[in-house]
């Protein structure tokens, strides 16, 4: 591991950047979270542009963490073709990475691509390259909880999501199986429900998108990333987001989830949990890269 996110973040204190969250759920807010906290630490001078409010000329960019660059109809694929070639410096935060080799092969030597597991460390550094290639844990492991949970709330959610903003929101993060997640589409009974909720218990929170396995859903399933899926940016709702899923996880006596974020959220919180995995092999990848020996609460069952 080369650095942590903090440490590399800090290079850009008293510069100007452009942060472009890795858009998605509630877990994504997470990674978001920690990005602001890391970047606030460093005196970054730092903006969220809406991605086609800026020029990308010159510029330091940061794009989120995540997992959003796995073949050409990716988010990310498309907003990083866009940017890295006249950007003064790319930067990928901690990703998964895979079948985006055409990509990759047009970043220059003011790209760094940085992978969160061994797996995409790999498969970007065995390809010809020009490119710089890190490896560094996921950015939500960075997360200073306390502090994010001691800050107070600038932010009120909507008590309801309309359909096509919800819809926007899951396919502009390539989410595929709209329809398994539209009970949601009002999240404010659901949210109250868990606010209100008697400490103890177990939440089963596996994912219904496209990244879902076979493994049967309980019928008590709560996708808890989508209940709280308010956003990415700016701060104040990145930060909401996050804060409400790790109060909501910290209910609950045991967690069993396949979504990588809510595990490592668990993690950070000391909460017992049973770690599923997805579709692929990111769950598994992050998992022994950083969190088997790390938090001994959290079980793989893989």
């Not at 973040?9 to 858009?23: A, C, K, M, W």
């Not at 308010?230 to 910290?250: D, M």
């Not at 022994?288 to 790390?294: C, E, H, L, Q």
């Amino acid at each position: 591991m080369n650095a942590t996110i903090r440490e590399y973040i800090g290079q850009f204190t008293g510069r100007d950047v452009i942060y472009l969250p890795n858009p998605g759920t509630a877990g994504d807010s997470v990674s978001a979270a920690a990005t602001y906290q890391a970047l606030d630490r460093a005196r970054a001078r730092y903006r969220t542009p809406r991605l086609r409010a800026f020029n990308p000329a010159g510029q330091f960019i940061i794009y989120g963490g995540g997992g959003n660059l796995y073949g050409r109809s990716r988010y990310a694929y498309r907003v990083l073709k866009r940017v890295h070639g006249t950007a003064k410096h790319l930067t990928i935060l901690p990703h998964t990475i895979k079948d985006v080799d055409d990509l990759l092969s047009e970043f220059g030597s003011n790209v760094t691509v940085i992978a969160r597991e061994r797996v995409t460390f790999d498969y970007i550094s065995n390809l010809p390259r020009r490119y710089e290639t890190l490896l560094m844990d996921d950015v939500a492991l960075s997360l200073d909880v306390e502090a994010l949970l001691e800050e107070g709330d600038r932010f009120n959610p909507p008590a309801m999501l309309a359909d096509f903003v919800i819809s926007r929101l899951l396919r502009s993060s390539g989410h595929t199986g709209f329809e398994n997640v539209k009970r949601y589409l009002n999240p404010g009974p659901i949210a109250a429900e868990l606010k209100a909720r008697p400490p103890g218990g177990v939440l089963n929170c596996f994912r219904l998108d496209n990244e879902a396995t076979d493994i049967e859903i309980p019928p008590d399933n709560i996708d808890l990333p989508i209940v709280f899926m308010y956003g990415v940016a700016p701060p104040p709702v990145a930060n909401h987001a996050a804060r409400s899923l790790i109060e909501t996880l910290a209910k609950f006596d045991e967690v069993r989830t396949n979504r990588l974020h809510v595990a490592i959220a668990c993690g950070l919180i000391g909460k017992r949990t049973l770690f599923y995995p997805n579709n692929y092999y990111k769950c598994e990848a992050v998992w022994d890269f950083s969190m088997k020996d790390r938090f001994p609460h959290v079980t793989w069952m893989g």
